[in-house]
């Protein structure tokens, strides 16, 4: 059974540093393209970032590019999403998904932007 449980999110302040983590279990994480979506208060789901299954393709929305970086451990099954300089609009919930679409998405993990 697929398993993808997230975590590291919080609460910041405009130009902080989070770090979202996203563990994974019950199917063969490397073989896999992962993605990050977030839903924002009021707001339709949003993909962000794409990464393949070795790590070396990389994809993200534009209005995260420069400032988040998707990446992977595949000997730890996890996927993470490093987020830098943090905006009021990257207030959302945040979850991993095997889906780009976030059709899959599970509970997913807070991250609230605010001054």
């Known amino acids: 059974q697929v398993q993808l449980v997230e975590s590291g999110g919080g609460l910041g302040a405009p130009g902080d540093s989070l770090t979202l983590f996203c563990a994974a279990s019950g199917f063969t994480f490397a073989d896999h393209w992962m993605h990050w979506v977030r839903q924002g208060p009021g707001k339709e789901l949003e993909w962000v970032a794409s990464?393949?299954?070795?790590?070396?393709?990389?994809y993200y929305t534009d209005s995260v590019k420069g400032r988040f970086t998707i990446f992977r451990d595949n000997a730890k099954n996890t996927l993470y999403l490093q987020m830098n300089n943090l905006k009021v609009d990257d207030t959302a919930r945040y979850y991993c998904t095997l889906d780009k679409s976030g059709n899959d998405r599970g509970r997913g993990t807070q991250v609230t932007v605010s001054s």
């Open positions: 990464v393949s299954g070795n790590g070396h393709g990389l």
